[in-house]
């Protein structure tokens, strides 16, 4: 065949050799290293460290990546080692490794060590460690079917040999950072060969050599062939009859620092070694003086730390969080991009994207608004509270990521979207018999006791309403949002602040007005969710016949006049008529307006659970009424400080005005 026609023929026949190539290419499933259990931490630390991998923090710039994770307080590892092609983009390289990851899991389900090598990039990961050792197994080889006439096959062979014998050395001399070689040269029959090889730089230069050369005797298997490769985990050769790298993407090295010839007279022996026992002290002086000052800074900001936010018991706990970090490329794949198709919700603080992850598990991802000026407070709440709290009626985090301006919370996801969905719906709500909204009540109830009393700090949630309570497949209600949340010391009884945060309508007077806030604030929001689950009507917007009331007011004419009936949900038309008067009455409990009569939770689930305690008489609620703030506005008024009552201690901090949003306003309190 001419010069021209073959070239244009293997033009043409490219993305068929491709094709076979890519398919041809191999993953190695290592049984004798055992398996991982489905669901168990093993797995979600696998996925979590291969997830992370492809990050600069993992990598040395030139396509290498090395990462490895601690399992919890026991002694296994799990380890990952990345390589890209030399004249692979980052870009690519990223994408190729972020795919072989999926693809090598999926083939290679529970088993702890794998290696799979695709047409960029190489994967494996371990239990043991593998960084720095030459692996010369497994060794998948690939081809493309064309074979070399046999009248050339000598030829071609003497000069393939050639070819890589020379790219072989290139390659091993490579260096610490990169490890790749290329070339091409003449074959028969005016065939141009082209060949690459490269090593992973973690191992030493004759290490290289040595596994390319074992690489290169397994080339038996392709004899014949037009094209192919061999690929261990330590190395890789390829060549064929095309350009199948690029020369121009190939990213330069570093130029090794210029050397100098000297002398080697005793004189001046003695004299190097003498600068040299100098510049090391000096270095070490140093060293050591900036250790002391960067432990001085850590300890000083774990301390703040802790004063700001938690007691110093917890911090340690809280301190775990970190192992709850995604990557941002994972998430973003999981959520299409955050397209609005997957698009749940706008918050005050940004929009939440429903997500898939690669193992099928669905999930829940707020992403912070950039502008927010509440937004790193919100996000340090979430993470440092919720990750503690682990209960079956508190929304669950599954993690978080911090990469840049990009601030996202991982939930889990919950089908059925939030209460105030389903019950304000006038179709959707017919669904909710009394069954299941006392079945939520009381789910919301457990959430408060735990919240309260519980779990290990006392925290009081602020913004407990409709929206704010998710309901998964089987109904059951998950308290979410913590953004808000205050933690308390186990003797900490109340608190002050001077921005007040919240929704109108289910915010205590007392909080609203003088920023008072304690677990009876949480009591009162309680006691108007309750109202609205029996009546299926919003607190501030409450439809009676043709007239629209303030739903507390309604209820408390309907105590006086004996008419709680008239506060039920029409579209109630079945259920306990006795229970659904006693919800009506410990609603009213809730809210009164002295803080003292207000019940406390661990009373509130007694009242439910048991008909032998006798319910005290409610007196007046408090009355919020503005006839320009809807249910869903957030207030904020400023006081002139902020206090922390913790028994008989009181310790006051200063505050700054906070911008204003639209929906929320946010504050941190410092103690001095």
């Given at each position: 065949?001419?010069?021209?026609?073959?070239?244009?023929?293997?033009?043409?026949?490219?993305?068929?050799?491709?094709?076979?190539?890519?398919?041809?290419?191999?993953?190695?499933?290592?049984?004798?290293?055992?398996?991982?259990?489905?669901?168990?931490?093993?797995?979600?630390?696998?996925?979590?460290?291969?997830?992370?991998?492809?990050?600069?923090?993992?990598?040395?710039?030139?396509?290498?990546?090395?990462?490895?994770?601690?399992?919890?307080?026991?002694?296994?590892?799990?380890?990952?080692?990345?390589?890209?092609?030399?004249?692979?983009?980052?870009?690519?390289?990223?994408?190729?490794?972020?795919?072989?990851?999926?693809?090598?899991?999926?083939?290679?389900?529970?088993?702890?060590?794998?290696?799979?090598?695709?047409?960029?990039?190489?994967?494996?990961?371990?239990?043991?460690?593998?960084?720095?050792?030459?692996?010369?197994?497994?060794?998948?080889?690939?081809?493309?079917?064309?074979?070399?006439?046999?009248?050339?096959?000598?030829?071609?062979?003497?000069?393939?040999?050639?070819?890589?014998?020379?790219?072989?050395?290139?390659?091993?001399?490579?260096?610490?950072?990169?490890?790749?070689?290329?070339?091409?040269?003449?074959?028969?029959?005016?065939?141009?060969?082209?060949?690459?090889?490269?090593?992973?730089?973690?191992?030493?230069?004759?290490?290289?050599?040595?596994?390319?050369?074992?690489?290169?005797?397994?080339?038996?298997?392709?004899?014949?062939?037009?094209?192919?490769?061999?690929?261990?985990?330590?190395?890789?050769?390829?060549?064929?009859?095309?350009?199948?790298?690029?020369?121009?993407?190939?990213?330069?090295?570093?130029?090794?620092?210029?050397?100098?010839?000297?002398?080697?007279?005793?004189?001046?022996?003695?004299?190097?070694?003498?600068?040299?026992?100098?510049?090391?002290?000096?270095?070490?002086?140093?060293?050591?003086?900036?250790?002391?000052?960067?432990?001085?800074?850590?300890?000083?900001?774990?301390?703040?730390?802790?004063?700001?936010?938690?007691?110093?018991e917890d911090v340690d706990e809280i301190g775990s969080a970190e192992s709850l970090q995604f990557n941002f490329d994972t998430i973003r794949i999981a959520t299409d991009d955050f397209s609005e198709a997957n698009k749940l919700g706008q918050g005050g603080f940004g929009s939440v994207y429903k997500g898939r992850l690669?193992?099928?598990?669905?999930?829940?991802?707020?992403?912070?608004?950039?502008?927010?000026?509440?937004?790193?407070?919100?996000?340090?709440?979430?993470?440092?509270?919720?990750?503690?709290?682990?209960?079956?009626?508190?929304?669950?985090?599954?993690?978080?990521?911090?990469?840049?301006?990009?601030?996202?919370?991982?939930?889990?996801?919950?089908?059925?979207?939030?209460?105030?969905?389903?019950?304000?719906?006038?179709?959707?709500?017919?669904?909710?018999?009394?069954?299941?909204?006392?079945?939520?009540?009381?789910?919301?109830?457990?959430?408060?006791?735990?919240?309260?009393?519980?779990?290990?700090?006392?925290?009081?949630?602020?913004?407990?309403?409709?929206?704010?309570?998710?309901?998964?497949?089987?109904?059951?209600?998950?308290?979410?949002?913590?953004?808000?949340?205050?933690?308390?010391?186990?003797?900490?009884?109340?608190?002050?602040?001077?921005?007040?945060?919240?929704?109108?309508?289910?915010?205590?007077?007392?909080?609203?007005?003088?920023?008072?806030?304690?677990?009876?604030?949480?009591?009162?929001?309680?006691?108007?969710?309750?109202?609205?689950?029996?009546?299926?009507?919003?607190?501030?917007?409450?439809?009676?016949?043709?007239?629209?009331?303030?739903?507390?007011?309604?209820?408390?004419?309907?105590?006086?006049?004996?008419?709680?009936?008239?506060?039920?949900?029409?579209?109630?038309?079945?259920?306990?008529?006795?229970?659904?008067?006693?919800?009506?009455?410990?609603?009213?409990?809730?809210?009164?307006?002295?803080?003292?009569?207000?019940?406390?939770?661990?009373?509130?689930?007694?009242?439910?659970?048991?008909?032998?305690?006798?319910?005290?008489?409610?007196?007046?609620?408090?009355?919020?009424?503005?006839?320009?703030?809807?249910?869903?506005?957030?207030?904020?008024?400023?006081?002139?400080?902020?206090?922390?009552?913790?028994?008989?201690?009181?310790?006051?901090?200063?505050?700054?005005?906070?911008?204003?949003?639209?929906?929320?306003?946010?504050?941190?309190?410092?103690?001095?």
């Amino acid at each position: 065949m001419p010069a021209m026609d073959s070239s244009r023929f293997l033009s043409c026949l490219f993305p068929i050799l491709f094709l076979m190539i890519n398919q041809a290419l191999g993953q190695v499933c290592i049984n004798e290293k055992g398996n991982y259990t489905t669901n168990s931490t093993y797995q979600t630390n696998l996925n979590r460290l291969l997830s992370s991998l492809p990050s600069d923090e993992n990598g040395n710039g030139y396509g290498f990546y090395n990462a490895s994770y601690r399992l919890n307080s026991s002694n296994e590892h799990i380890y990952a080692i990345g390589l890209c092609r030399g004249d692979v983009t980052v870009g690519d390289c990223r994408s190729c490794l972020n795919n072989s990851r999926y693809d090598l899991l999926q083939r290679c389900p529970n088993q702890k060590e794998a290696f799979g090598s695709y047409e960029k990039c190489m994967l494996r990961y371990s239990n043991r460690s593998i960084y720095g050792v030459m692996e010369t197994e497994p060794s998948p080889a690939y081809y493309n079917t064309n074979n070399v006439s046999s009248s050339d096959l000598d030829g071609f062979n003497q000069e393939l040999r050639k070819l890589l014998e020379s790219i072989r050395s290139e390659a091993a001399a490579g260096g610490s950072l990169r490890k790749f070689a290329f070339g091409n040269t003449s074959a028969p029959s005016f065939q141009t060969i082209f060949a690459l090889a490269q090593c992973t730089p973690d191992i030493s230069e004759q290490l290289c050599s040595d596994c390319l050369v074992g690489a290169f005797a397994d080339i038996s298997s392709i004899y014949g062939k037009v094209g192919g490769g061999v690929n261990k985990p330590s190395c890789y050769f390829r060549f064929d009859l095309y350009p199948f790298y690029d020369p121009t993407t190939v990213k330069q090295l570093p130029s090794p620092p210029p050397s100098t010839n000297t002398t080697n007279t005793s004189q001046g022996s003695k004299s190097s070694k003498s600068r040299t026992v100098i510049v090391v002290s000096i270095i070490a002086s140093l060293l050591l003086a900036m250790f002391m000052g960067i432990c001085l800074r850590v300890r000083k900001a774990k301390k703040k730390l802790q004063s700001n936010l938690i007691p110093d018991e917890d911090v340690d706990e809280i301190g775990s969080a970190e192992s709850l970090q995604f990557n941002f490329d994972t998430i973003r794949i999981a959520t299409d991009d955050f397209s609005e198709a997957n698009k749940l919700g706008q918050g005050g603080f940004g929009s939440v994207y429903k997500g898939r992850l690669y193992n099928g598990q669905e999930i829940a991802v707020k992403r912070l608004s950039v502008n927010s000026g509440q937004g790193d407070l919100e996000f340090k709440n979430e993470v440092l509270l919720v990750a503690k709290l682990q209960h079956r009626n508190l929304v669950r985090l599954l993690g978080f990521c911090l990469e840049g301006v990009e601030r996202l919370l991982i939930y889990e996801f919950v089908p059925n979207a939030s209460l105030d969905h389903i019950i304000f719906d006038p179709i959707k709500r017919a669904q909710l018999d009394w069954d299941r909204r006392y079945k939520i009540i009381v789910g919301i109830t457990r959430g408060l006791i735990y919240l309260h009393e519980d779990s290990r700090l006392r925290i009081i949630h602020r913004d407990l309403k409709a929206s704010n309570i998710l309901i998964d497949e089987e109904m059951t209600p998950k308290i979410s949002d913590f953004g808000m949340a205050k933690l308390f010391g186990v003797d900490q009884t109340q608190g002050n602040t001077s921005r007040i945060v919240g929704t109108y309508g289910y915010m205590a007077p007392e909080y609203a007005m003088h920023g008072h806030f304690s677990v009876k604030s949480d009591v009162y929001s309680f006691g108007v969710l309750v109202l609205e689950i029996v009546s299926g009507q919003k607190n501030n917007s409450f439809h009676h016949g043709e007239n629209v009331e303030d739903l507390l007011s309604y209820a408390w004419k309907c105590w006086r006049e004996e008419t709680a009936s008239n506060l039920i949900d029409p579209a109630l038309t079945n259920g306990s008529r006795n229970e659904i008067m006693r919800c009506i009455h410990i609603g009213l409990l809730c809210v009164q307006e002295n803080i003292a009569d207000r019940p406390t939770m661990n009373a509130i689930v007694l009242m439910l659970n048991s008909y032998s305690v006798t319910l005290p008489v409610p007196s007046q609620p408090a009355f919020l009424r503005d006839g320009n703030v809807g249910s869903d506005m957030t207030l904020g008024w400023k006081n002139s400080s902020e206090v922390i009552t913790t028994g008989s201690d009181r310790s006051k901090s200063s505050s700054v005005k906070a911008p204003e949003h639209e929906v929320s306003l946010i504050t941190e309190v410092y103690p001095r």
